[in-house]
């Protein structure tokens, strides 16, 4: 059973920084992107970054391009989202993804984790 839990979310103020993590387990993921996507209250879920799980191609949302570092460490099987200069409205639900062809839709995604929360006080 494939499973991803996120960790890592929390209050902080803006300009802090906070760094999530997604441990995956249940299948090899060898082959697939891992993405990060935030929902905010009221708003669609959308894209904040993806990295293959070789660790060669990284993307991010131009709105955290910058502020923001995608990086996985194998051995653990776990996916991190460094996220600097946090402002106000990078307050969401994160959620990791896993998906074989997949980078910025979350149709791609095959499997979810629950979400962590994320705010960022002004």
């Known amino acids: 059973q494939v499973q991803l839990v996120e960790s890592g979310g929390g209050l902080v103020q803006a300009g802090g920084s906070l760094r999530l993590s997604c441990a995956a387990s249940g299948r090899t993921f060898s082959s697939y992107a891992m993405g990060w996507f935030r929902q905010a209250p009221g708003k669609e879920r959308e894209f904040v970054s993806a990295?293959?799980?070789?660790?060669?191609?990284?993307y991010y949302a131009d709105s955290v391009k910058g502020r923001f570092t995608i990086s996985r460490d194998s051995a653990k099987n776990t996916v991190y989202l460094q996220m600097n200069s946090l402002k106000p409205e990078d307050t969401a639900v994160y959620y990791c993804?896993?998906?074989?062809?997949?980078?910025?839709?979350?149709?791609?995604?095959?499997?979810w984790g629950q979400g962590t929360q994320v705010t960022v006080s002004s």
């Open positions: 993804a896993a998906g074989r062809w997949a980078i910025v839709d979350p149709n791609d995604y095959n499997y």
């Open positions: 990295i293959r799980w070789s660790g060669d191609s990284t």
